[in-house]
């Protein structure tokens, strides 16, 4: 039962996100992921917590606007993407750079 709870919290969490926005706000606790734009704020808090043992102290997403895309005369749309700005509590940390 367990298993199979922590594989459903692990389905939310798709990847860190590095960028240069991103990278600044480690400086004050806070990482950013990218998540399934199904899922709501106590379900990202929880896996967060979950998957990495910290304490996320505030959370806040953004449902950004799907970009149009064009390849020859077939027009679509980027993915629907949703981000999450986990802020931690003072002393938690994840490691999202291993030592190598």
């Known amino acids: 039962m367990a298993e199979a709870n922590i594989r459903a919290l692990a389905d939310i969490i798709r990847r860190p996100i590095i960028t240069e ?3 600044r706000l480690l400086e004050n606790n806070q990482y950013t992921f990218e998540v399934d734009p199904r899922a709501s704020k106590p379900e990202i808090k929880a896996a967060i917590e979950a998957l990495f043992q910290v304490k996320v102290v505030g959370l806040s997403t ?5 970009k ?3 390849v020859g005369r077939f027009a679509g749309h980027r993915a629907q993407v949703k981000r999450a700005v986990a802020r931690l509590a003072d002393g938690d940390s994840i490691t999202l750079f291993p030592e190598v």
């Open 21 to 23: 926005k991103a990278t």
């Open 62 to 66: 953004q449902l950004p606007p799907r």
């Open 68 to 70: 149009a895309r064009r």
